[in-house]
């Protein structure tokens, strides 16, 4: 179901500018009106602002996606407060600004966040523009050392210690994302067959968690911040963090840390296969000397991952078949396929682990 919110005189899909705008003003301090809003491209869930204020200030807003919300999905107080917790860390954040979880200003939730400067590097065209070859490698280093520190982060002392179900994550994880496939099916395409056959091959052999950690859920390059040397600036895009086993998002990691010569599983061509960036054994090495964690059931988290993200591509592609219209539309018509070839790579890992 499509909320309420309107482009209002800003012509911004997703903003009601007078209302956000008037909010702005009596939450966030020193904000100078009028205000432009503007989407940043690139989001395929929850949307993501550029708010330009008259004194050129600048400032992120991060809302829920049109429609086609699925439960337990896009909770911004959830997002808001993991970000603000990680403040005081290590884990390079925005500082968070705001949140409004008053419906009637703008139909959904929404939070405001410092716009952290730098590069958002999404393919290899930018990554050969923004990058030098050192610059590639000190970002590949920087994004093993950063989810390390992440992982480092006692969930108590932050006060995040209530934010999730500690034990048990990928048997949860499981259910949730199976239960999110089930609840976006498209007529007229048959990814439940291998989908539902990973699962339960995962089910079956899953490795003893050991220990707890904030756990992202989307830990890739282009949903950090990098500044001109390729160090992580920010870490961005916390929409499904929850506690649970860290191997989890370094195995997602090495499934976007394409290597040149990889099968094309996923949309696109990725930044990391132009040369200079570390390759995926150097990644988990250098998070292993920096985590101390014992990584040889690995290829589990990496199938685990293609699996996860063939389930939620499955809803980006369900929401577009269902018109929701704000965010990055392009390539999503390929996405039955590239489901398909996600669990196929799923199986695959399974089978030579």
Avoid at 327 to 336: N, P, Q
């Amino acid at each position: 179901m499509a909320d309420s919110s309107t482009s209002g005189h800003d012509g911004v899909e997703g903003i009601d500018a007078d209302r956000v705008g008037k909010w702005f003003t009596e939450n966030i301090a020193g904000v100078a009106p009028p205000l432009h809003f503007e989407l940043i491209a690139g989001g395929r869930s929850n949307l993501t602002y550029r708010v330009t204020d008259a004194g050129g200030h600048q400032f992120a807003l991060r809302r829920p996606p049109r429609s086609h919300v699925l439960p337990t999905a896009h909770d911004m107080a959830r997002e808001y407060r993991v970000i603000s917790a990680l403040g005081p860390t290590p884990v390079p954040v925005p500082v968070t600004l705001g949140l409004c979880e008053d419906e009637s200003v703008n139909g959904r939730p929404f939070y405001v966040m410092e716009f952290v400067d730098g590069h958002i590097v999404r393919d290899a065209e930018t990554a050969e523009r923004d990058l030098d070859l050192g610059a590639r490698r000190r970002a590949g280093e920087s994004m093993a050392d950063t989810l390390a520190a992440l992982h480092a982060v006692d969930v108590d002392a932050v006060g995040l210690g209530d934010f999730a179900k500690r034990e048990g994550y990928i048997e949860r994880q499981l259910r949730r994302w199976y239960q999110q496939f089930r609840n976006s099916a498209v007529d007229g395409i048959d990814t439940d067959t291998i989908i539902t056959l990973v699962h339960d091959r995962l089910a079956a052999d899953i490795p003893p968690q050991v220990g707890t950690a904030i756990v992202h859920g989307d830990y890739r390059l282009d949903n950090t911040v990098l500044g001109p040397d390729g160090s992580v600036r920010a870490v961005l895009d916390w929409e499904i963090c929850t506690l649970g086993d860290p191997l989890a998002d370094l195995g997602l990691l090495m499934v976007y840390w394409t290597e040149a010569g990889d099968e094309a599983a996923l949309l696109g061509v990725t930044p990391t296969t132009v040369p200079g960036f570390p390759g995926r054994a150097e990644i988990r090495q250098r998070y292993q000397d920096a985590s101390g964690r014992d990584l040889g059931r690995l290829d589990f988290y990496v199938a685990f991952g293609y699996w996860k993200l063939a389930c939620i591509l499955q809803g980006v592609y369900a929401r577009y078949v269902g018109g929701a219209t704000a965010g990055d539309r392009t390539s999503v018509e390929g996405f039955a396929g590239s489901i398909v070839r996600l669990a196929e790579m799923a199986q695959r890992t399974l089978e030579a682990s």
